[in-house]
């Protein structure tokens, strides 16, 4: 079993910086992928970006150029960032792991952290 909390979110002024982190614990595997996910109000959820085991990582199109992913697989956290925020940042931010075990494909969602960008 995995468990993921976010942290970092809040309210930031529009123009800002911001750096979400989650925490991961159980049995976490080096090869596990990391995404981050947002939903803004009324929308549905959507990729912002994921950090394969090796270090490969994936932004979302349109993400591309504003957001920073990384992990400390040592430490087992996970950070998004991002700078010059925009009141359309506003949004749930989830982490989830995706892993193979025994076979399987699992995943697992962080309860979200809310940021609001206020212009």
């Known amino acids: 079993q995995v468990q993921l909390v976010e942290s970092g979110g809040g309210s930031v002024q529009a123009g800002g910086s911001l750096r979400l982190s989650c925490a991961a614990s159980g049995t976490i595997f080096s090869s596990d992928t990391i995404a981050w996910y947002r939903q803004a109000p009324g929308k549905q959820r959507a990729l912002v970006a994921t950090?394969?085991?090796?270090?490969?990582?994936n932004y979302a199109d349109s993400k591309k150029g504003r957001f920073t992913v990384s992990r400390d697989s040592f430490k087992n956290e996970y950070y998004l960032q991002w700078d010059s925020l925009e009141p359309e940042d506003t949004a749930v931010y989830y982490c989830?792991?995706?892993?193979?075990?025994?076979?399987?494909?699992?995943?697992?969602w962080g309860q979200g952290t809310q940021v609001t960008v206020t212009s």
């Open positions: 950090i394969t085991g090796g270090g490969i990582i």
């Open positions: 989830n792991l995706d892993t193979y075990r025994r076979g399987r494909r699992y995943s697992f």
